[in-house]
Nanobody, 114 residues
């Protein structure tokens, strides 16, 4: 089955940076939109998303601080997070989406201390 493997989470001070990475299979990477979500009560909320064509979408809270990118050489999606705030603390999940199909990673913890 398709598996998405996240890495890069950790503990940082407010104002610091982290880079999350999500490794995917070649077929998933090339034909799916990829995104990062974080866990909220009852649901996972979108943080950033990138299409196969490179179009990006960000949550308002992430604009200007986070950057999502695709590395086709290693079938990996990155989320560069700068200027982290305590409100960013959450488990972050990698998502691969095409139409109604969604695949999820197991999550990586991001903790921001203030």
């Amino acid at each position: 089955q398709v598996q998405l493997v996240e890495s890069g989470g950790g503990l940082v001070q407010a104002g610091g940076s982290l880079r999350l990475s999500c490794a995917a299979s070649e077929s998933i990477f090339n034909f799916n939109s990829m995104g990062w979500y974080r866990q909220a009560p009852g649901k996972r909320e979108l943080v950033a998303r990138i299409t196969v064509g490179g179009s990006t979408n960000y949550a308002d809270s992430a604009k200007g601080r986070f950057t999502i990118s695709r590395d086709s050489g290693v079938n990996t999606v990155h989320l560069q997070m700068n200027g982290l705030k305590s409100e960013d603390t959450a488990v972050y999940y990698c998502n691969a989406n095409i139409r109604a199909r969604n695949d999820w990673g197991q999550g990586t913890q991001v903790t921001v201390s203030s």
